[in-house]
């Protein structure tokens, strides 16, 4: 009975460290369509308000972001141009991706 409690209490006391090492890394915001600003080009700018009273946050994008549609990648061209024919723009939610450590937003998914 002594070495079951003795080994539970080995595991519990290597568990907690490890517990302790999580990190945030990507932070994910959820927008309206609406409340979104794409860049012009690979390289540039992307803006986005959490909510319709909320200021706009203004994120790093390169060529290495990538532009999701219905879960498949797709140009920033592609991207825009689909994002353009929506009349309800209000009514979409599009995932933005921010990578924290290198400031840059890494992914923006919408599904159609």
């Known amino acids: 009975m002594k070495l079951k409690l003795l080994i539970a209490a080995l595991i ?10 999580f990190k945030t890394i990507v932070q994910g915001y959820e927008v309206a369509l609406s409340d979104l600003r794409l860049p012009r080009a690979e390289s540039g700018t992307i803006a986005f308000k959490e ?7 203004t994120k790093r994008v390169d ?7 219905n879960g498949e990648s797709v140009s920033l061209k592609e991207f825009r141009l689909a ?8 009514e ?3 995932t933005v ?4 450590e290198d400031n840059r937003v890494t992914e923006v998914s919408v599904y159609l």
């Open 12 to 21: 519990l006391g290597v568990a907690i460290p490890a517990s302790a090492d």
């Open 51 to 57: 909510c319709s009273t909320c200021r706009y946050h």
């Open 63 to 69: 060529g290495g972001t990538r532009w999701m549609i």
């Open 83 to 90: 994002v353009s024919r929506v009349t309800e723009r209000a």
């Open 92 to 94: 979409e939610a599009v």
């Open 97 to 100: 991706l921010h990578h924290l």
